[in-house]
DNA sequence: CTTTTGACCATTGAAACAAAAAAGTCAGAA
DNA sequence: TTCTGACTTTTTTGTTTCAATGGTCAAAAG
């Protein structure tokens, strides 16, 4: 069973440095599997359907993501700060994982069946769950007011994913956001950021 | 000359009349022909293309925009109030003329000429500037702090489209965004609102 | 029994082309 | 100066074709 997993995570690696080149729509199963040295039924033997695939990638995505992120959860710092690493690290992982197109509110239309998108919602409440938390120790500590943590927490999260998704609109000329348009996004976003919670003191 | 105009306006409105419906790719010159009872030449006669009709018909719209909010631009009211009612006079203007897909930062598929794209800008630059103005004045009133005054009005203008853009986004499913979404698009942009200009004090 | 494969099928998606519709023009009438 | 019917050119749309891709299966390998 660990080998079984083993080659599974093998199998998503493989899927994920193909990804993150030529995204979901333009990579095969069998460029997946040429990459391995496998056949293809190799991989349906691990993945019944390249939406499995696709959901395992999303999910090793995430856990990499969340891993980094609830590292710092726990040490002692401002919210500012805190939240500031936070945008830091999506700002990583979005550059990382762009041809994806996971940061959107709608994802990659690769996306297509309702179990992918269930399980990219999934994560999207997970993440707001955790700003969640986050909001309420702040408020717990006097940081902040009193206030609809659920509601505010979305509202940030979104405010912030907004920005994103006008500077994925706004560059549409090239198929990858430019290096500069990359930095003017991540200062709006820390700006932003630094006014929102000032607004909720 | 009078008369010209006025029949150029005809023009525009029966213009608007049928982009509100169809959009403007979904539209002909020969439909907006037929509905004046006119022929398609005496629409030529008046706009060289079509895109200087959709010119036409964008500078009327944000005319309309610009007559409304600059009616209570100099009346004594807290700066929240007045931004909560630019922002449902936007909403307003937003439902209206959805259709033309005025509101995202890359504006509908149909402005495709660099002059369209460009008398585009100018409008929101306009709205920019217009709003640099309202924060000025507030500042010189005390209601916020100091800073920069044009890098805050584009990022409070730039945070509420990201939410109008997500509200799109998200309601991929039909063609027009539905009563209950646009009225949590609108909460959210207010209650953002809210918290940014208590953020800038 | 678990894992892997070559050979196969069914569907999707892109390329090429034809048909339709739209944008845009022009000589000439009102 | 303003407008039109008839026309040309360009774009869009529909259709056919065919290769590429997702997915299956019986059988081999370990």
Redesign the pocket.
């Known amino acids: ?1 660990i ?2 997993d083993k ?1 599974r995570d093998a199998i998503i690696e493989g899927a994920i440095k193909r990804f993150i080149h030529y995204g979901i ?1 333009k ?5 997946i ?1 040429e990459d391995l ?6 991989l ?3 993945f ?4 499995s695939l696709i959901e395992g990638v999303i999910e090793k995505i995430f856990a990499d993501y969340f891993e980094v992120v609830e590292k710092d959860l726990y040490t002692d710092i401002s919210l500012d700060e805190r939240l500031n690493i936070f945008i830091e690290v999506r700002f990583k992982f979005f550059q990382k994982y762009y041809m994806l197109h996971l940061s959107g509110s709608s994802p990659d239309a690769s996306l297509n069946s309702d179990e992918l998108k269930a399980k990219f919602m999934g994560m999207k409440k997970k993440n707001i769950d955790m700003h969640v938390d986050i909001f309420r120790k702040a408020m717990e500590k006097g940081e902040i007011a009193a206030l609809d943590l659920e509601k505010t927490a979305e509202l940030y999260l979104e405010s912030l994913m907004g920005i994103t998704s006008l500077c994925i609109m706004h560059g549409n000329k090239e198929l990858f956001p430019s290096k500069k348009d990359m930095k003017i996004m991540l200062d709006k976003q820390l700006s932003l950021s630094r006014i929102f919670i000032k607004g909720l003191k």
């Open positions: 069973m080998v079984l080659k729509q990579t095969t199963m069998n460029e599997a040295s496998v056949s293809k039924p190799s349906y033997y691990y019944p359907d390249k939406s």
